[in-house]
């Protein structure tokens, strides 16, 4: 799938979890960078908040990244949601999912979990991990679509599990893009 740069970044998370624990329900809220749909200065648009101007306020709004992963995982359709805040940086984007998980875990198995991944496996190229205290310029130009930010990793009872991800929006998304070209150029 390449539905859209936030649903890039949380499918690799989400499988993860998911795989080792089993997600039994979440929501996330994706941290976004503004983009060319919103409006320099304050001015027309279909929805008011994204009306007004992108470089000076945060905007809370909606995003399809969260009920697109049913495409993906289908058995979690539904169980899903999110909403986005619309934040004056030109690039990257940060994923907040919290998750209710069956199985119950501790920080640093979680955090194994990402690092064992991101080392191989099918999505090693898409999923990373990073335990330096990094911020979004850091990740500028990077093109994995999902980079677990290790040292946000909160868990709560065992069951309740909190992961952030780092996302270049526009080169992390243009590389997915590339690979699935590729992947249909085979196909033909």
């Known amino acids: 799938s390449n539905a859209s740069c936030t649903t890039n970044c949380l499918a690799p998370l989400v499988k993860v979890l998911d795989e080792k624990l ?6 996330m809220t994706t941290v976004h960078s503004y983009t060319n749909d919103q409006r320099i200065i ?3 648009h279909k929805d008011p908040r994204r009306a007004r101007a992108a470089a000076l306020n945060m905007i809370p709004t909606s995003t399809g990244g969260a009920k697109a992963i049913g495409l993906v995982l289908p058995h979690l359709k539904g169980k899903l949601d999110g ?6 940086t030109p ?3 940060l994923v907040d999912f919290i998750a209710e998980v069956e199985k119950t875990t501790n920080v640093d198995e979680v955090n194994g979990f990402f690092q064992e991944a991101a080392a191989a496996g099918p999505l090693k190229g898409i999923l990373n991990y990073s335990a330096e205290p990094l911020v979004s310029t ?5 093109l994995f679509s999902s980079i677990i930010d290790a040292l ?3 868990v709560i009872e065992g069951n309740l599990v909190k992961v952030m991800s780092w996302y270049d929006n526009e ?3 243009s590389r997915r893009m590339i690979d699935l070209a590729k992947y249909i150029g085979e196909r033909l």
Do not use: E, L
Not at 22 to 27: A, D, I, T
Not at 83 to 88: D, E, H, L, W
């Open 22 to 27: 089993k997600v039994k329900r979440g929501f």
């Open 42 to 44: 304050d001015g027309a």
């Open 83 to 88: 909403s986005a805040i619309r934040v004056p």
């Open 91 to 93: 690039n990257v984007s």
């Open 138 to 142: 850091d990740y500028n130009g990077v």
């Open 152 to 154: 946000s990793t909160k």
């Open 171 to 173: 080169s992390g998304f």
